[in-house]
């Protein structure tokens, strides 16, 4: 079963290696995307492209319009959405990430510590699973992927 999923969330952790690399070893059929994770890249791609911005609000603003473009996308074409947020930082991003995909009814794994479980009820209340670390995230994957 050939599947695509969209790795969303928090970018100051690797995460997303532990998953790809799990992924490889059990040699699933899964094809993963996520955003850009460089984050001066992600910030300034509108000043990059579109020119350089004043005022801080329309500089974010035009980064923004140009990352909803491959996140949009990129999670329309999505079979599982996977939403991992960290501790850290507040990922409002990842929150809306998820919040479109649920739109979509789009399959959607979240993934985060159970300290913020309260502030994440509802995003969890919308997931089909929800899990403490990439490698259970896998392990959900080998579990889809049976034969039987």
């Known amino acids: ?29 899964i094809e993963l995307s996520g955003p850009i994770t460089n984050h001066e890249a992600s910030d300034d791609c509108g000043e990059v492209i579109l020119g350089a911005e004043e005022n801080p609000f329309w500089k974010d603003h035009k980064a923004s319009k140009i990352n909803a473009l491959r996140t ?55 997931a089909q699973a929800v899990c403490e670390t990439p490698e259970q995230v896998v392990e959900i994957f080998k579990y889809i992927a049976r034969d039987q």
């Open 72 to 126: 949009r996308k990129l999670i329309n074409d999505a079979d599982i959405v996977v939403v991992r947020f960290g501790d850290k930082y507040k990922q409002w991003n990842a929150a809306f990430d998820a919040g479109y995909a649920a739109a979509l009814n789009k399959s959607l794994i979240v993934m985060h510590d159970p300290k913020i479980t309260h502030p994440l009820k509802e995003v969890d209340a919308a």
């Open 1 to 29: 079963m050939r599947l695509k999923v969209y790795l969303s969330g928090e970018i100051h952790s690797d995460w997303r290696t532990t998953i790809a690399e799990g992924i490889k070893a059990a040699a699933l059929d």
